[in-house]
């Protein structure tokens, strides 16, 4: 099972047991999983630069709190370690080693050790400026379709350094320290890689002031829009397992065609025998095996016109090859002679239209659970 809750086992055994039949209530029941989704977010940068803090910060706890993470210029963190959001535990913050640091030199090392593909999202903290380091590991979150936020935490230390000037203006300090780290984050080729919105400049020492409370909306915010994003995946790959579990049902029904056909065939040549009902026997398998809604039914009403009129047409085309090989039946020599070859593609003309009547059915069962 990974981590969108789809067990490979029991996509298969559903699409034995019931082929596309019930499917809705297949995808609803697989999906409620969804809901419960956990959003990991990876909080790394630059040693030193306040991941630790921030995290005691949000949840409001003193750094010197029996429950807090670590913190201080030597209480550098070594490993990963978990600690839930304070009033949502489907979010998990992951207090990273900094890069930089004698156990991770380098963001190569970094990426092998900390395993950057276990994350949701992250938070890169930065000090001062994004230095090379963070546009890499930027531009390396980026390229896993990653969300990230920026943060250049210590404002509070700007503030007080900028107090000191006659010329002081708050406002006009962040901004220029914003634009600043704006222009700073982009790759080597000079690609921007994130704009405003995600660069929050924050004190940790601070929580109630300047960017804080907009980065604590913003996680919480991104946490249905990542449920969503991975709803919409689920679904994808449930829908490829799905059709790739259905397909290799209809091989295998294909596979056994032409027994089916020397059988009816051989029975044919007696008259009165029936050969046609052979091939119409295997016909009302293939349609249990795929498990195509009949006429009538809940589930046939509740698929599109041109779906019902799609299964429609395959009862019709039953019905029209009765009569025919009905009619044929009672010519002496002609019926059996014919029956093999006719039989076959008879037969797979069915298992075809049968298939993509079965794959419209699933497409359509997706479609309805696709949400905004
Ligand atoms: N003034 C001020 N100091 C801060 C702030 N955030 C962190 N610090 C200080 O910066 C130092 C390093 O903070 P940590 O939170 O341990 O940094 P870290 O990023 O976890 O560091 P590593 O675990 O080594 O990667 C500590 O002395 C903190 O008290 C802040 O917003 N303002
Ligand atoms: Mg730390």
């Not at 946490?223 to 790959?237: H, I, N, V």
């Not at 009902?277 to 599109?304: D, T």
């Not at 009569?323 to 039946?329: G, L, N, S």
């Not at 993509?356 to 699933?362: D, E, M, Q, S």
């Amino acid at each position: 099972m990974d981590f969108t809750g789809i067990n490979l086992e029991e996509v298969k055994e559903y699409v034995d047991r019931n082929g596309v039949s019930n499917i809705e209530e297949f995808f609803k029941k697989t999906l409620e999983r969804w809901q419960n989704i956990e959003m990991n977010i990876g909080i790394t940068g630059n040693s030193g630069a306040g991941k630790s803090s921030f995290i005691n910060a949000i949840r409001g706890l003193d750094n010197d709190d029996e429950k807090a993470a670590k913190v201080g210029v030597t209480e550098t963190t070594l490993e990963p370690k978990c600690y839930d959001h304070p009033t949502n535990s489907k979010i998990k913050y992951w207090d990273l080693p900094g890069i930089g640091t004698p156990k991770y030199p380098d963001l190569e090392t970094y990426c092998r050790k900390v395993q950057l593909e276990r994350y949701s999202a992250f938070l890169v903290f930065t000090i001062d400026r994004f230095t090379e380091n963070d546009q890499k590991l930027a531009k390396k979150i980026q390229s896993t379709d990653r969300s990230f936020f920026f943060i250049r935490a210590k404002i509070d230390q700007n503030v007080l350094a900028e107090k000191r000037k006659r010329s002081f203006n708050e406002d006009a300090m962040l901004q220029k320290i914003r634009r600043y780290s704006l222009e700073n984050l982009v790759d080597e080729d000079g690609k921007q890689l994130g704009n405003e919105q995600k660069i929050f400049l924050i004190s940790n020492h601070y929580p109630a002031k300047w960017d804080f409370p907009r980065l604590t909306q913003a996680i919480l915010d991104a946490l249905p829009s990542f449920q969503r994003e991975s709803l919409a995946l689920s679904l994808g790959t449930l829908t490829s397992l799905l059709t790739e579990a259905l397909q290799r049902k209809v091989q295998i029904l294909k596979d056994r065609l032409w027994v089916v056909a020397s059988a009816s065939a051989a029975v044919a040549v007696v008259p009165l025998s029936g050969g046609v009902h052979v091939a119409m026997n295997e016909i009302s398998f293939y349609r249990s095996q795929l498990g195509l809604p009949e006429e009538g039914s809940q589930n046939f009403e509740m698929l599109s016109e041109s779906t019902q009129r799609d299964l429609k047409a395959i009862g019709e085309l039953m019905a029209e090859y009765a009569a025919e090989q009905e009619a044929t039946r009672w010519i002496p020599f002609v019926s059996g002679a014919m029956s093999y070859g006719s039989t076959c593609s008879f037969l797979k003309q069915c298992l075809e239209k049968m298939e993509k009547t079965a794959l419209l059915v699933l497409q359509e069962a997706y479609l309805n659970f696709k949400i905004d």
